[in-house]
């Protein structure tokens, strides 16, 4: 599939072709339609690449959930730590 983008709008976000191709993998991981690496290789970037663009946009890699927590609590227990 092509996605085309009008070369105005780009300039007017100030975006190269590129630049808007890393934003959108950004934004599909942000809103968890990807995962890291499919994002990254959307983008055509490494894994640390992908990390480092996401770091910049303050956008975490990782989301733990209370289930997680809960988890992790369960385990410390359980070691009894």
């Given at each position: ?72 609590l369960a385990t410390l227990d359980r070691l009894g730590v």
């Amino acid at each position: 599939m092509v996605l085309n983008l009008r070369e105005d709008i780009l300039k007017q976000a100030g975006l190269t072709e590129h630049d808007a191709v890393i934003e959108f993998a950004c934004r599909l991981f942000d809103a968890g339609k990807l995962d890291l690496w499919p994002a990254a290789q959307l983008a055509g970037l490494s894994r640390v690449e992908m990390e480092e663009q996401l770091f910049l946009r303050k956008i975490p890699i990782y989301r733990p959930t209370v289930q997680d927590l809960l988890d992790d609590l369960a385990t410390l227990d359980r070691l009894g730590v």
